[in-house]
């Protein structure tokens, strides 16, 4: 047997729900291939807030660099909202990010044929996208300097960040898209506004110069407002795309959404070494997060309320659970039972709410774990 300690982040909201979803997954997809996982689950964001104080414990971050890969659900909430800054669930996740050093964040987005449905574009602007998204994670304007809060010279409050890249940031991120273009179909589209920041002028620069050393990979390059409107106009036309830490938030959202729902992404975070982080793309939902044992008894007591339980989907961390089994651990047949578990459930019919189209069967978040545990069960009677 093989033997892997993974640290486990619940963190707020959705993030504990989605996360026993996807350990029971890891554990039982695991299985069938001789693998053995010890979890060590940690606090992150407002739930180590509450517990110590600060939104990443040392004793995190310390597990977390210790174990062979990270899983987060994910954090933040309306009680920590109006937290400094340095009290944000939010600065939690980045002191991550930053303490684990992956600077290279990949988020794929397909639209499956079984949820075509489930997009709100039309049916032939959606079938087939199969993109990825390689978004820089631990610098710009998440992380640059000078920031803060100030007075100008009348006296008014302002605010203020700094979008900063290095050269040397810049071409590690590129040389991670240029690769993963490399083993899908060798396109590469970099997402900036050369157009008017200094930062994106640099970026263009250095992506156009180790474009060099890829001649197998066609390379383009786009404005970041052109490439919000063509990802909604065509988005088969993109293969991969390689952008900076913010215009990366923005855009895996959107991509989300042409394939059905932000609670399907998964993504990977690596560095050069150490662990990789993984996390589903969404936040912490706070509008349909929680109170579970109340609501089952709201439940009993009168099912129209049953509305607002149980409703998130657990298959944008099932699918990271995948990744990090792949990008991780490099065990890439457990990520693909786990993979084809999902598709198998998505072709039986199940849906949670945010992916729910006419004649399926609505279930919630749990009852999805139940069904992709019996898909990856199925699989090896199969096999
Ligand atoms: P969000 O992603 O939490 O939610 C946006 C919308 O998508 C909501 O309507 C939500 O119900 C829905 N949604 C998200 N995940 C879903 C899932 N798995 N299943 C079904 N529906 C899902 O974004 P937000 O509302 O802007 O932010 C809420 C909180 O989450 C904030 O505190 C924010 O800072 C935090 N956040 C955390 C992460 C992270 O942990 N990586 C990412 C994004 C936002
Ligand atoms: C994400 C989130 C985070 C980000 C926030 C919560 C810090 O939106 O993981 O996409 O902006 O990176
Ligand atoms: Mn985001």
């Given at each position: 047997?093989?033997?892997?300690?993974?640290?486990?982040?619940p963190g707020?909201?959705?993030?504990?729900?989605?996360?026993?979803?996807?350990?029971?997954?890891?554990?039982?997809?695991g299985?069938?291939?001789?693998?053995?996982?010890?979890?060590?689950?940690?606090?992150?964001?407002?739930?180590?807030?509450?517990?110590?104080?600060?939104?990443?414990?040392?004793?995190?971050?310390?597990?977390?660099?210790?174990s062979?890969?990270?899983?987060?659900?994910?954090?933040?909430?309306?009680?920590?909202?109006?937290?400094?800054?340095?009290?944000?669930?939010?600065?939690?996740?980045?002191?991550?990010?930053?303490?684990?050093?992956?600077?290279?964040?990949?988020?794929?987005?397909?639209?499956?044929?079984?949820?075509?449905?489930?997009?709100?574009?039309?049916?032939?602007?959606?079938?087939?996208?199969?993109?990825?998204?390689?978004?820089?994670?631990?610098?710009?304007?998440?992380?640059?300097?000078?920031?803060?809060?100030?007075?100008?010279?009348?006296?008014?409050?302002?605010?203020?960040?700094?979008?900063?890249?290095?050269?040397?940031?810049?071409?590690?991120?590129?040389?991670?898209?240029?690769?993963t273009?490399?083993?899908?179909?060798?396109?590469?589209?970099?997402?900036?506004?050369?157009?008017?920041?200094?930062?994106?002028m640099?970026?263009?620069?250095?992506?156009?110069?180790?474009?060099?050393?890829?001649?197998?990979?066609?390379?383009?390059?786009?404005?970041?407002?052109?490439a919000?409107?063509?990802?909604?106009?065509?988005?088969?036309?993109?293969?991969?795309?390689?952008?900076?830490?913010i215009?990366?938030?923005i855009?895996?959202?959107?991509a989300?959404?042409?394939?059905?729902?932000?609670?399907?992404?998964?993504?990977?975070?690596?560095?050069?070494?150490?662990?990789?982080?993984?996390?589903?793309?969404?936040?912490?939902?706070?509008?349909?997060?929680?109170?579970i044992?109340?609501?089952?008894?709201?439940?009993?007591?009168?099912?129209?309320?049953?509305?607002?339980?149980?409703?998130?989907?657990?298959?944008?961390?099932?699918?990271?659970?995948?990744?990090?089994?792949?990008?991780?651990?490099?065990?890439?047949?457990?990520?693909?039972?786990?993979e084809?578990?999902?598709?198998?459930?998505?072709?039986?019919?199940?849906?949670?709410?945010?992916?729910?189209?006419?004649?399926?069967?609505?279930?919630?978040?749990?009852?999805?774990?139940?069904?992709?545990?019996?898909?990856?069960?199925?699989?090896?009677?199969a096999?």
């Open positions: 047997t093989k033997r892997y300690n993974i640290t486990l982040l707020d909201g959705i993030g504990p729900e989605v996360i026993s979803v996807a350990k029971d997954v890891l554990n039982v997809a299985s069938h291939e001789g693998i053995e996982f010890r979890f060590q689950e940690m606090p992150v964001g407002g739930a180590a807030l509450d517990l110590t104080g600060v939104p990443l414990p040392d004793e995190t971050l310390l597990a977390a660099k210790r062979d890969a990270v899983l987060l659900g994910a954090i933040g909430g309306y009680k920590w909202d109006s937290n400094e800054k340095h009290l944000k669930p939010e600065t939690g996740l980045l002191q991550l990010r930053a303490g684990l050093e992956v600077f290279a964040n990949l988020r794929p987005a397909s639209v499956l044929p079984q949820l075509v449905d489930s997009s709100t574009l039309k049916k032939e602007v959606a079938e087939g996208v199969d993109l990825m998204v390689v978004r820089e994670l631990t610098g710009g304007i998440y992380f640059g300097k000078p920031r803060g809060f100030s007075t100008n010279q009348k006296g008014e409050e302002i605010g203020f960040n700094t979008e900063v890249y290095a050269t040397f940031e810049i071409d590690r991120i590129a040389r991670v898209a240029f690769e273009a490399r083993k899908r179909r060798g396109k590469l589209c970099s997402v900036d506004k050369a157009n008017v920041l200094e930062a994106s640099l970026w263009r620069k250095r992506v156009t110069t180790i474009a060099l050393e890829y001649p197998d990979i066609e390379l383009s390059h786009m404005y970041v407002d052109n919000a409107m063509q990802l909604i106009r065509d988005p088969k036309q993109f293969d991969t795309i390689v952008t900076n830490n215009f990366g938030d855009l895996s959202d959107e989300s959404m042409i394939t059905g729902s932000i609670g399907m992404l998964p993504s990977a975070s690596l560095g050069e070494s150490g662990p990789g982080l993984f996390e589903p793309i969404h936040g912490s939902a706070p509008d349909i997060a929680g109170q044992e109340v609501h089952s008894v709201l439940r009993a007591a009168c099912f129209l309320l049953v509305d607002n339980v149980n409703k998130a989907n657990p298959l944008a961390t099932v699918l990271s659970a995948a990744m990090l089994l792949r990008y991780g651990l490099g065990e890439e047949n457990a990520a693909k039972r786990i084809s578990a999902v598709l198998d459930t998505l072709t039986r019919g199940f849906r949670t709410g945010d992916i729910y189209s006419t004649g399926k069967k609505l279930i919630g978040c749990k009852d999805m774990g139940e069904e992709v545990l019996k898909s990856v069960d199925s699989q090896r009677s096999a």
